[in-house]
């Protein structure tokens, strides 16, 4: 039983000393990824690839552009969205972050456009382990969604980390996983 107490103290004091040394995140990246999409009474779940840019104007603004074209028996479906994000620090390891995008869906005959509203947090829980949690709102050709995001990014060295995200929506859900670079 002591080991026991012992083993768990050690580790709570190395995983506190852990995120006492983590920064908040840099929103200087690239990511590319493998996506996959699954919407409800839809026979199949359109899969394919997504390309993020965000990069910091200074301590509070960053750009932010993204590129997903998933496709499956003859259907393509191409997401595009270009926007421009404010970011405070609201701890040592956290951020809160602020988004609004011009977005653009292509699937065949549909060819819309329209605005994304994003918020959220992002916080480095460790030297090592990034979570994002994050609400979106899309409105498309007076069409609106609202989605759930959750995501984690582990690092695997100063500048590349392997990413993991969810987003949920009452209709379809999609998940991603892909390589970060940092920069």
């Known amino acids: 039983m002591k080991k026991t107490l012992i083993a768990l103290a050690i580790s709570g004091i190395s995983m506190t000393s852990m995120a006492t040394f983590a920064e908040s995140p840099s929103f200087n990246f690239v990511e590319l990824g493998y996506t996959q999409i699954d919407i409800d009474d839809v026979p199949f779940d359109p899969d394919g690839f997504e390309l993020d840019l965000n990069f910091e104007l200074n301590e509070n603004f960053y750009l932010s552009a993204d590129y997903a074209k998933v496709d499956e028996m003859s259907t ?103 390589v970060r670079y940092s920069f």
Do not use: P
Not at 95 to 122: L, N
């Open 76 to 178: 393509e479906l191409k997401m595009s969205n270009i926007g421009f994000g404010f970011k405070s620090d609201i701890s040592d390891s956290t951020a809160f972050f602020a988004q609004i995008d011009w977005s653009k869906i292509d699937a065949g005959e549909i060819d819309e456009d329209g605005y994304k509203v994003s918020t959220g947090v992002r916080s480095n829980v460790t030297n090592h382990l990034e979570l994002t949690a994050a609400y979106e709102y899309l409105d498309i050709d007076d069409d609106s969604s609202n989605f759930f995001l959750f995501g984690a990014a582990y690092k695997m060295s100063d500048n590349v980390s392997m990413y993991a995200d969810y987003k949920l929506e009452s209709d379809m859900d999609q998940m991603s996983v892909g």
